[in-house]
T-cell receptor
Framework: AQSVTQLGSHVSVSEGALVLLRCNYS??????LFWYVQYPNQGLQLLLK??????LVKGINGFEAEFKKSETSFHLTKPSAHMSDAAEYFC????????????FGTGTRLTIIP | EAQVTQNPRYLITVTGKKLTVTCSQN?????MSWYRQDPGLGLRQIYY???????DKGDVPEGYKVSRKEKRNFPLILESPSPNQTSLYFC????????????FGQGTRLTVV
């Protein structure tokens, strides 16, 4: 069964500092991996998606994530945090094609310190 | 405007009183799904549908029903709500399946007393 683990339910970084949000996955087949962001009182929106085309995936708002099969990881990074990045971030995994469940992690709340 | 619309946005009900939360999308998406969001648990998938008349259980289907009679609509039915179903619910749709981008509604905050 597929699963996602997000280490750190809360992460705080200073404005301008590196953002690193961790995600590890488990899947019986090559996975599709996603990062979604949720701003207060809103639904989720896609930041980026891995579909095996390239291991380094660039998303919106300067975020990127690297797929590492050997570590079963898909960590999200941004070189320089901005106040507007404060939100909750969710990693998700899908096996697709025969198993159409989409499984989310428990989320990481990112706080930006001025 | 492309969107997923859920109604109502807020609902307070009593234990055992049947309710339906509606979800509609205008993007001609094949895949639709329902999630509940609880503090510390993230989003958990309740049911999903690959197309009309095709539905399947997610990770937490107990106490919920769904139907997909039309491509655009995917209502969530709680036939006998209980307090443990108090949660924030999201509907989402994707073009083809769970491996494509999900577009989420604004959420429905349900309280069962």
């Amino acid at each position: 069964a597929q699963s996602v683990t997000q280490l750190g339910s809360h992460v705080s970084v200073s404005e301008g500092a590196l953002v690193l949000l961790r995600c590890n996955y488990s899947s019986s087949v090559p996975p599709y991996l996603f990062w979604y962001v949720q701003y207060p009182n809103q639904g989720l929106q896609l930041l980026l998606k891995y579909t095996s085309a390239a291991t380094l995936v660039k998303g919106i708002n300067g975020f990127e994530a690297e797929f590492k099969k050997s570590e079963t990881s898909f960590h999200l990074t941004k070189p320089s945090a901005h106040m507007s990045d404060a939100a909750e971030y969710f990693c998700a995994v899908s096996e697709g094609f025969g198993n159409e469940k989409l499984t989310f992690g428990t989320g990481t709340r990112l706080t930006i310190i001025p | 405007e492309a969107q997923v619309t859920q109604n109502p946005r807020y609902l307070i009900t009593v234990t055992g009183k049947k309710l339906t939360v509606t979800c509609s999308q205008n993007m001609n998406h094949e895949y639709m799904s329902w999630y509940r969001q609880d503090p510390g648990l993230g989003l958990r998938q309740i049911y999903y549908s690959m197309n009309v008349e095709v539905t399947d259980k997610g990770d937490v289907p107990e106490g919920y029903k769904v139907s997909r009679k039309e491509k655009r609509n995917f209502p969530l039915i709680l036939e006998s709500p209980s307090p443990n179903q108090t949660s924030l619910y999201f509907c989402a749709s994707s073009l083809e399946g769970s491996n494509t981008e999900a577009f989420f509604g604004q959420g429905t905050r349900l309280t069962v007393v």
